[in-house]
C-alpha cells in the first residue's frame, strides 16, 4: 500500500500562484508514477499532470501547460505541482494519485489516492 498526503491548497487572487505538495509513504518503492487530479464543483475529476518516479518525463493537460510544472524530489518521497497564473476555472480540490505502471491519464488508472486540498481562485 501507498499512502498520500496532500498540503499547499489555500485561497489565492486570479495571477498568483500556489505549490502543493504531496508526500508518499508505505511501499514507495512500488510507484510508478504520480499525478494530480482536480475535481470543481458539479464536475468530474480531471487529470493535470503526472511525473514519471524514475524518468525525466513529466505530462499535463492542455488547460495547464505552460502554467503548472510538476516536479518530484525523489530522497523525500514527494511530488509538487507548482501553480503560476492562476485563474478562477482552477478552483477545484486537488487530488495526488499514484500508479504502479504506465497507464493512460484516466482516474480509473491510478491505483493510489490522496484525500484532496482544496484551491480557490477568486477574480
Known amino acids: 500500500q501507498v499512502q498520500l498526503v496532500e498540503s499547499g491548497g489555500g485561497l489565492v487572487q486570479a495571477g498568483g500562484s500556489l505549490r502543493l505538495s504531496c508526500a508518499a509513504s508505505?511501499?514507495?518503492?512500488?510507484?510508478?508514477?504520480m499525478g494530480w487530479f482536480r475535481q470543481a464543483p458539479g464536475k468530474e475529476r480531471e487529470f493535470v499532470a503526472a511525473?514519471?518516479?524514475?524518468?525525466?518525463?513529466?505530462y499535463y493537460s492542455d488547460s495547464v501547460k505552460g502554467r503548472f510544472t510538476i516536479a518530484r524530489d525523489n530522497a523525500k518521497n514527494t511530488v509538487f505541482l507548482q501553480m503560476n497564473s492562476l485563474e478562477p476555472e482552477d478552483t477545484a480540490v486537488y487530488y495526488c494519485?499514484?500508479?504502479?505502471?504506465?497507464?493512460?491519464?484516466?482516474?480509473?488508472?491510478?491505483?493510489?489516492w490522496g484525500q484532496g486540498t482544496q484551491v480557490t481562485v477568486s477574480s
Open positions: 511525473i514519471d518516479w524514475s524518468r525525466d518525463n513529466a
Open positions: 508505505g511501499h514507495t518503492l512500488i510507484v510508478y508514477r
Open positions: 494519485a499514484a500508479v504502479r505502471r504506465p497507464v493512460p491519464h484516466l482516474v480509473a488508472s491510478y491505483d493510489y
